[in-house]
């Protein structure tokens, strides 16, 4: 498969403000991209500390301590159609895709590793500038945000965590 490097984790939990305060403020992150409700709550963050899309995620939850993905870049779409052949003959269980994020842009394939955790393969994404104002999707919009081609989410994509 030929992963280049550890590129992002989602988490979720409780308490996205404290979260959002923390990376901001305190370790100086940017505020790439969020998911809002009706009432303009965010309900997910997508950090960065580089030029990436995003280093780290974060969903509203209501249990704190709850992983969903680590993901590993890879340089090209081909290269994720190629780990999806991988994946098929290796006989490792296939969440989703291969398929395109709306959110970052970026081109995907998750998968669970042996013990259950979710990974991803992901190449591709959009590139941050601290001058780029906070891209904002709605949350009636987070299937196509997710999933672009299908523009919807599925039960286990959402309650599968570790």
Same mark, same amino acid.
């Given at each position: 498969?030929?992963?280049?490097?550890? =590129?992002?984790?989602?988490? +979720?939990?409780?308490?996205?403000?404290?979260?959002?305060?923390?990376?901001?403020?305190?370790?100086?992150? =940017?505020?790439?991209?969020?998911?809002?409700? %009706?009432?303009?709550?965010?309900? /997910?963050?997508?950090?960065?500390?580089?030029?990436? /899309?995003?280093?780290?995620?974060?969903?509203?939850? %209501?249990?704190?301590?709850?992983?969903?993905?680590?993901?590993?870049?890879?340089? &090209?779409?081909?290269?994720?159609?190629?780990?999806?052949?991988?994946?098929?003959?290796?006989?490792?269980?296939?969440?989703?895709?291969?398929? #395109?994020?709306?959110?970052?842009?970026?081109?995907?394939? +998750?998968?669970?590793?042996?013990?259950?955790? #979710?990974?991803?393969?992901?190449?591709?994404?959009? +590139?941050?500038? %601290?001058?780029?104002?906070?891209?904002?999707?709605?949350?009636?919009?987070?299937?196509?945000?997710?999933? +672009?081609?299908?523009?919807?989410?599925?039960?286990?994509?959402? &309650?599968?965590?570790?």
């Amino acid at each position: 498969m030929q992963a280049t490097r550890f =590129d992002h984790c989602l988490l +979720y939990g409780d308490d996205l403000e404290g979260n959002l305060t923390l990376f901001r403020d305190v370790l100086g992150f =940017d505020l790439a991209e969020q998911v809002v409700d %009706p009432e303009n709550n965010r309900v /997910a963050l997508f950090l960065t500390a580089s030029m990436k /899309a995003h280093d780290v995620a974060f969903i509203k939850h %209501p249990e704190k301590n709850k992983f969903h993905h680590a993901s590993f870049y890879l340089d &090209t779409w081909q290269d994720v159609l190629k780990a999806a052949d991988l994946i098929s003959m290796t006989d490792t269980s296939i969440d989703i895709g291969p398929t #395109r994020h709306g959110l970052t842009h970026g081109q995907t394939i +998750y998968f669970f590793d042996p013990s259950g955790n #979710r990974n991803e393969v992901f190449a591709g994404g959009d +590139y941050h500038y %601290p001058d780029h104002e906070t891209v904002t999707w709605k949350a009636e919009n987070l299937g196509k945000a997710i999933f +672009y081609h299908d523009r919807q989410l599925n039960e286990r994509f959402l &309650t599968a965590l570790t």
